[in-house]
């Protein structure tokens, strides 16, 4: 049951890209950094309390960015039903399949039978902890998207030397976005017309299943098509490519980059230095 | 040259074109030339290969394209299949037909840019050719906007600009304003005749719908069957193969079906204008002397005393808390009506339309099918009394072939096993689709997959009908034999209810008019009285009146009848 329409929604969310705050204005390669950074960090730390602090410590950006909740609500909600279905179904059921046999497996401490299956408490805090480390860099993402101008983005990336290829696959698929979900929203109201059963998760499937033959002919279509448009406007020409848009380091950037430094240098101390934040996490 | 002294910009020489699991090819030995600055449109039939013949001039046939090119295309000196396509974008620029699906950045400016980025251009040449586009095409209001946001006008504006900026001698143009609503149609008209006019582009245009584009064209080209049929200037292309015209399958705008019309009583013999302006300067010089002003038998079917069929009371509809969609409808649709609901982009029509056939739930008021109300009745229940056509037929068709695609329909209705060859058959006999029955449904065309659509809700024999933008993406011919099945099913007593903005469709067709803005009803009657009584509002509101109860408007002041179809205007000839 879709809130409102797709096209509004991805009006909304592009919305966020209008506003002007000093985390919009910074360059994209800063921005880009500093999720680099996060992620690293991230990934040394086992402890749920450290990881807690990374994620607070994002918290202030998100609010200098003045981001509208509801225009990210979609996205917030997909986030977080993909790391709740990781949580509960990798790491909480008897014993999980990538630590089984370590310390860290779920097989120790206080479990409760749930039908055939027993979710175990410690493997339940370690799965917390997975979805922290996931979490932070999808949510800092998120953060980055929605306050940066895709062509924008696309300079930095050329000034870090990233063939334009990539660059014009994110943006091409940023485009086709909107168009997918708006398509899949129109085959499912049609399906749901048909008499399709949507009721049930094994209904749900089967409709999934059937709305991505068209789906897929039609994404394909809209591509080719687009293809053609941009070849059409030279792409593909293998001349060296200019852009319009200019980047600058300012003030801003420099006040971010002290604190991406200094954020980076104070976690890694504690981690390799005091050793803390990799023990067990009962 | 031509014999205005003109250059020849595109070479086309023995050019025969045939796709890759073809047996005959699509382009059968064309020769042609086109002249810089000349407006030439190319007309034909769906199939007839026009947006073949265009994909030639960009290079997208040979290089792009799989299939076998035989003959030259030389555009601007240059050889097309020695040259990519980037080579030849700086000579000929492009405009596609869907306005979404060749706008490739986030923002206008950055479309604009991105064919100049790809030839890396310094940033002073770029900004200069940007700004020099925005002035040509009229966009700095909306240089900063995003692109997602803009009307289909719009798109097809910025989509133009982007080309511009490549300073191409020649664009063009396949389809550009097919799918646009009219007050779009008649904006993107006017640039194009501007961009020939101050810039001197060669402009060369696909269209089915030419009755704009019409007045200024200076050369006209028609395709059928791969080949070219006819060539030359407008006016003497079309009264002097008139019926030859009509024959292939050629929408004739209707100014000039009037125009025909009158000369076939043996007026106007000498007149050979194709100009709105002109037929109707004729017209009321003439009115006394060719119509019979008395001999007026009009038709207005007042339903208002059947059955109603669906009924909207005090219907409020929101997405979220408080943002109104619907703002209080109330309506009764009777049995037998043929309803046009008709209102500006986001008046809320598409809307109402999924309210009727239970995807969204009323917030508040009430809807009730045959009496009963719909917040009691499940999607199953109400898809027995009412079949709804999607504005793309790819949306609804899912099954691997088209006798599944029927049989599905039937199975969900439980409709008894063995009647169910029975049904398929006949209602696949009567959309002229039985030899596709073992086909895969999107292995057919636009036009057969409507009709497919059309088949599989019309099978179960609905008693209400709801088409929501019949006339996206389909040609004039395919849009008729649908909408004629639909008035069939009128006739039978069927209720039909039409989404549209094609106000021609309107006038032709249905009995009943509903006029909706921003949420709420504004106008409720029929056509006649609809568009007469409020044709200077429905201006302004941007939904203009089609061609004939314009002129009707227009000469109110000389007695003339308030007229919907050219059918009419032929009956009341002297």
């Known amino acids: 049951m879709h809130l409102i329409t797709a096209r509004q929604e991805m009006s909304e969310f592009l919305a966020n890209l209008e506003q002007d705050t000093p985390f919009h204005r910074l360059d994209p390669r800063v921005k880009m950094l500093y999720l680099f950074v996060l992620t690293i960090v991230n990934i040394f730390y086992l402890d749920s309390k450290f990881l807690l602090i990374i994620l607070f410590s994002t918290i202030p950006f998100w609010i200098i960015a003045r981001i509208k909740i509801r225009s990210i609500l979609p996205q917030l909600t997909g986030i977080a039903l993909f790391l709740l279905s990781l949580m509960i179904f990798i790491y909480s059921f008897s014993g999980s399949v990538l630590f089984s046999g370590s310390e860290y497996s779920g097989t120790e401490g206080l479990s409760i039978k749930i039908g055939p299956l027993i979710m175990n408490f410690s493997a339940a805090n370690l799965g917390l902890v997975q979805l922290l480390r996931m979490s932070i860099p999808m949510l800092t993402s998120l953060l980055i998207f929605s306050t940066t101008d895709p062509a924008m983005f696309a300079r930095g990336l050329d000034k870090l030397k990233i063939p334009f290829e990539i660059s014009f696959m994110f943006l091409g698929a940023l485009k086709l976005l909107p168009l997918i979900l708006e398509e899949s929203r129109n085959i499912t109201d049609a399906q749901r017309i048909r008499g399709v059963n949507t009721r049930g998760p094994i209904n749900r499937i089967r409709a999934t299943g059937m709305l991505l033959f068209p789906l897929i002919i039609n994404t394909l279509s809209k591509s080719r098509q687009l293809g053609m448009a941009v070849e059409c406007k030279a792409f593909g020409s293998g001349k060296h490519r200019s852009f319009y848009r200019e980047l600058k380091i300012r003030k801003g950037d420099y006040i971010m980059l002290i604190w991406i430094f200094t954020f980076a240098t104070v976690m890694l101390y504690i981690r390799f230095v005091l050793g803390m934040g990799w023990g067990r996490m009962m | 040259m031509n014999k205005l002294g003109h250059n020849i910009v595109i070479e086309v020489k023995n050019l025969k074109f045939t796709f890759p699991s073809a047996t005959e090819p699509i382009l059968k030995g064309i020769n042609l030339e086109i002249y810089s600055g000349e407006l030439t449109l190319i007309v034909g039939p769906t199939g007839s290969g026009k947006s073949t013949l265009l994909q030639t001039f960009n290079g997208i046939i040979p290089h792009l394209s799989s299939g076998k090119m035989e003959g030259e295309v030389i555009v601007d000196g240059l050889n097309t299949k020695e040259h990519e396509v980037y080579e030849l974008s700086s000579h000929i620029g492009s405009v596609f037909q869907d306005p979404d699906a060749q706008i490739f950045s986030i923002r206008v400016e950055d479309e604009i840019a991105f064919g100049l980025e790809n030839l890396g251009f310094s940033f002073e040449e770029m900004e200069k050719r940007i700004n020099q586009a925005v002035e040509w095409v009229g966009l700095k209001p909306i240089f900063k906007n995003i692109t997602i946001a803009l009307s289909g006008g719009q798109k097809q504006k910025v989509s133009i600009a982007s080309s511009l900026a490549m300073l191409p001698k020649i664009i063009i143009l396949d389809g550009p304003i097919t799918d646009l609503d009219p007050v779009s149609k008649q904006l993107i008209t006017s640039l194009l005749f501007d961009l020939k006019t101050k810039l ?198 899912f099954a691997n072939s088209v006798q599944e695609e029927m049989e599905f329909g039937l199975k969900i209705k439980e409709i008894d096993p063995k009647k169910i060859s029975v049904i398929i058959d006949e209602t696949l006999n009567l959309l002229g689709l039985s030899a596709y029955k073992k086909m895969h449904p999107f292995s057919l065309s636009r036009g057969e997959k409507k009709r497919l659509a059309a088949a599989s809700v019309l099978q179960t024999h609905p008693n209400i009908v709801v088409l929501d933008e019949p006339t996206t993406g389909q040609d004039r011919k395919n849009l008729f034999g649908l909408m004629n099945l639909m008035k069939n099913l009128n006739e039978k007593g069927g209720t039909i209810i039409m989404i549209t903005h094609d106000m021609q469709l309107v006038a032709e067709y249905a009995d009943r008019v509903i006029v909706i803005k921003d949420g709420k009803i504004e106008l409720d009657g029929s056509p006649r009285d609809v568009f007469y009584k409020h044709f200077e509002q429905l201006e302004e509101w941007n939904l203009s009146p089609p061609t004939v109860p314009r002129i009707s408007y227009e000469l109110k002041n000389y007695n003339f009848p308030m007229l919907l179809r050219t059918d009419e205007f032929q009956n009341i000839l002297k």
Not at chain 2, 221 to 240: A, F
Not at chain 2, 325 to 339: Q, T, Y
Not at chain 2, 375 to 391: A, S, V
């Open chain 2, 200 to 397: 001197g582009i060669t402009l060369v245009i696909a269209e089915h719908d030419f009755s704009k584009i019409i007045e200024i064209t200076d050369r006209i080209i028609v395709l059928n069957n791969g080949e070219v049929v006819l060539d030359g200037n407008p006016k003497d292309i079309i009264w002097n193969n008139y019926k030859e015209l009509e024959n292939i399958g050629i929408i004739i705008p209707q100014h000039i079906e009037l125009m025909h019309f009158i000369k076939e009583k043996g007026y106007a013999l000498k007149n050979n204008s194709i100009y709105y302006q002109d037929v109707l300067k004729y017209i009321r010089n003439n009115i006394n002397d060719i119509i019979n002003i008395n001999k007026i038998e009009l038709k207005n079917i007042d339903k208002y005393e059947d059955n109603i069929s669906i009924s909207f009371k005090d219907l409020w509809f929101a997405y979220r808390k408080n943002e109104y969609i619907l703002k209080g409808l109330n309506a009764n649709i009777h049995e037998g009506e043929f309803i046009a609901i008709i209102g500006p982009n986001g008046s809320g029509k598409s809307t109402w339309a999924k309210t009727m056939i239970g995807l969204l739930k009323p917030s508040k008021g009430e809807i009730k099918i045959y009496g009963k109300n719909t917040e009691n009745l499940d999607m199953n229940t109400i898809t027995k009394y009412i079949g709804f056509l999607f504005q793309n037929p790819g949306s609804q068709l």
